[in-house]
């Protein structure tokens, strides 16, 4: 490993701070790893989440999409939501230890846990940190299920771990892709793997016998939202073996809105006048756009062979992908809607969950 330079100026006295790094091999991102004291975290019971306990193992996402909706997390660290979101990558270090601790006490009740709720666990630190072999392992040796959510393609290193994991428990797989253009993608997803090789991870998924389904997130007006887009984009998806495929509107909410706002005025300048006029003050699109959307996408998706229900398998995709009883042997996986009404263990509700991406 390249050697670790000390990062400049740590920022500020982050709980736990063990040291803040920088290497040539991630320019431009500082690392502070710090020694968390809990790795479990339970989602407010106000919340509308259909879940209630996650694993965060970062905070601040190198994937840096413009869109993103944890931004304004970062500024509880008195981090800035935009530049210092992708680039101040908080890494709990001591996450997997801490984190099997709290599942084997006694009064751990076996919920599922959701990763990638909110931040990437396979952003580009994980390269680095190898964090979720240990968080994978804990999770399946103490029988509790779990989803994981990603646009990362370092999730195929694991693809051995989650396959071995899916023998004991419920897992959930999600792969987040709304947008095939690949100039359209690096512009507003700058540090994550391209719509080709997120395609390409879905199929390795599927073809290592686990379940995938998409989030194709936040699908964005007059830019993705055409027939045209969300055709070709459930019709990749569907070559590709995903399971399911859930879509909804951009959600623009404080210290987002602000970043993308911008973006836009950058890249699509003769957009501004018209988005503010769809969002005026508000995080969500008009309600008649959403119904407007969700008629679309429901077409889509029936053109493609996928259940309106979101994350629902058809088994019609298996059979066309895996002829004359093909399919892997891995697939005896239990996935979550089998127990609670969903697959890919991610409730349906969550997908159009604005704090899903
Ligand atoms: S949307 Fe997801 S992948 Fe993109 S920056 Fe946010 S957490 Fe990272």
Redesign the pocket.
């Known amino acids: 490993m390249t050697e670790q330079a000390p990062a400049t100026a740590p920022l500020l006295p982050l709980a736990g701070l063990v040291k803040s790094v920088q290497t040539p091999e991630f320019a431009g991102i500082t690392f502070h790893e710090v020694l968390s004291k809990s790795a479990l975290n339970k989602v407010p019971p106000s919340s509308t989440m259909p879940f209630e306990w996650t694993v965060n193992p970062y905070r601040g ?1 190198s ?3 413009v ?2 909706f ?1 931004r304004k997390s970062h500024t509880y660290l008195d981090f800035d939501p935009g530049v210092d979101f992708d680039s101040q990558v908080v890494v709990k270090v001591n996450v997997a230890q801490v984190l099997r601790k709290e599942l084997f006490k006694p009064s751990w009740g076996r919920h599922h846990v959701a990763l990638g709720t ?3 666990p396979y ?1 580009r630190a994980e390269g680095r940190y190898g964090l979720m072999p240990g968080i994978i392992s804990a999770l399946a040796d103490s029988g509790t299920p779990f989803s994981i959510l990603t ?1 990362g393609t370092l999730l195929a290193r694991d693809i051995p771990l989650l396959r071995r994991a899916a023998a004991d428990v419920s897992i959930g797989m999600g792969i ?1 892709l709304a947008l095939l253009d690949e100039d359209l993608a690096q512009r507003l ?1 700058p540090g ?1 793997p391209s719509p080709k090789a997120r395609l390409a991870l879905i199929s390795k998924l599927r073809d290592a016998g686990l379940p995938c389904g998409v989030m194709a997130m936040p699908i964005l007006p007059w830019l993705t939202d055409s027939d045209e887009a969300l055709d070709q984009l459930f019709a990749a998806l569907a070559r590709a073996g995903a399971t399911g495929v859930s879509a909804g509107a951009l959600y623009l909410r404080p210290g987002t809105r602000e970043w993308f706002m911008q973006w836009l005025a950058r890249e699509h300048p003769a957009l501004v006048g018209r988005y503010r006029r769809l969002y005026g003050t508000g995080a969500y699109a008009p309600k008649e756009y959403r119904q407007w959307l969700a008629a679309k996408v429901n077409e889509a998706r029936a053109r493609n062979g996928f259940s309106a229900q979101g994350f629902v398998h058809d088994p019609r995709q298996d059979e066309a992908r895996y002829p004359s009883g093909s399919m892997p042997e891995a697939s005896n996986f239990r996935i979550g809607h089998e127990k609670a009404g969903t697959p890919e263990g991610i409730p349906a509700s969550a997908a159009f969950s604005p704090t899903l ?1």
């Open positions: 996402c994937h840096a999409c869109y993103c944890a909110n931040t990437d952003q646009k987040s997803e994550t991406f």
